[in-house]
């Protein structure tokens, strides 16, 4: 074999493991960015879970907050008020956190927050509808608005629970 021919294929051997070398490489720095993309979607998720954990948490202890005062008959009206205010503050900032859990997903966690969602919405329901009684100055029956309230808040135990129990399965922490 000349030299001629023996460069030529050595420049072909040389161009066949660049492109080699060029291909595993690519190929790495695809399953990097899948990688990263798979840490970034989890981080976000996590964020997003905790958020609405934080949420209902803070949400269901200003509505405990709030029915301490309703259950005071000579509670002053103002306090009732603001506590009232506080709790439906708490309202407003649970539904943004449902809002980045259903951006977040997956499907499973979604279906999983749906009945959290209900519950705490029937609280918010039941607080608010006790609270209104109270300001029309129904005092009679306000037995029932407590017990309503009393049983929505025993409520939100299993959907919590169970939207905790899919978030432990999204991010392979169970």
């Known amino acids: 074999m000349d030299s001629g021919i023996a ?6 051997v040389g161009a066949v493991g660049g492109l080699g070398g060029s291909l595993f490489t690519v190929l790495g720095q ?19 879970y905790t958020s609405l954990l934080d949420c209902c ?11 301490d005062t309703l259950r005071t008959n000579g509670a002053d009206e103002a306090v ?16 943004s956190a ?3 859990v259903s951006v977040a997903g997956p499907s499973q966690v979604n279906a999983a927050a749906e009945p959290l969602i209900d519950a705490l919405f029937e609280l918010d329901a039941a607080g608010t509808d006790w609270r209104d009684a109270l ?3 129904r005092q009679r029956g306000l037995s029932r608005w407590e017990e309503r309230f009393d049983a ?7 959907p ?12 392979d922490t169970a």
């Open 135 to 137: 300001r029309s100055g």
């Open 7 to 12: 460069a030529v294929i050595g420049a072909a």
């Open 30 to 48: 695809r399953g990097q960015q899948r990688a990263d993309r798979a840490r970034w979607r989890d981080d976000m998720r996590r964020q997003a």
């Open 80 to 95: 009732r008020e603001e506590r009232y205010l506080r709790a439906h503050e708490l309202w407003t900032e649970f539904s």
């Open 160 to 171: 919590r629970a169970g939207f905790r129990h899919a978030v432990r399965e999204a991010l």
């Open 152 to 158: 929505a808040m025993e409520a939100i135990q299993a």
């Open 57 to 67: 948490e803070r949400l269901a202890a200003g509505w405990w907050v709030a029915a």
């Open 98 to 100: 449902v809002a980045a």
